[in-house]
């Protein structure tokens, strides 16, 4: 059964950082496209990054300069180094493919920022 688990969420003051990871079993992401999403509490889940296959990045404008999304297939894994964390990064953090019209997600990782 294909699983995802993302880790290394945490509580941060402003201004440092944290790497999450997205691993995955049962399934390779080298042949997917990998993006990250969060949601904070009480609100949507909102996209902020994303991964291409060849590994070409794209970002959500307010985290662009700050995050910075990875691949690494050989350990199947995908990451979001966040750094100049603010209070409004805080929420929980999740990983997605989509895989023949089928969505997976994570259970999610949650993120802190205190001011």
């Known amino acids: 059964q294909v699983q995802l688990v993302e880790s290394g969420g945490g509580l941060v003051q402003a201004g440092g950082s944290l790497r999450l990871s997205c691993t995955a079993s049962?399934?390779?992401?080298?042949?997917?496209?990998i993006d990250w999403y969060r949601q904070p509490l009480g609100k949507q889940r909102e996209y902020i990054a994303r991964?291409?296959?060849?590994?070409?990045?794209n970002y959500k404008n307010s985290v662009k300069g700050r995050f910075t999304i990875s691949r690494d297939n050989a350990n199947n894994t995908a990451y979001l180094q966040m750094d100049n964390l603010k209070p409004e990064d805080t929420a929980v953090y999740f990983c997605?493919?989509?895989?023949?019209?089928?969505?997976?997600w994570g259970r999610g990782s949650q993120v802190t920022v205190s001011s």
């Open positions: 049962a399934i390779s992401l080298s042949t997917y496209t």
């Open positions: 997605n493919f989509w895989k023949s019209g089928e969505s997976y």
């Open positions: 991964i291409s296959i060849e590994g070409f990045p």
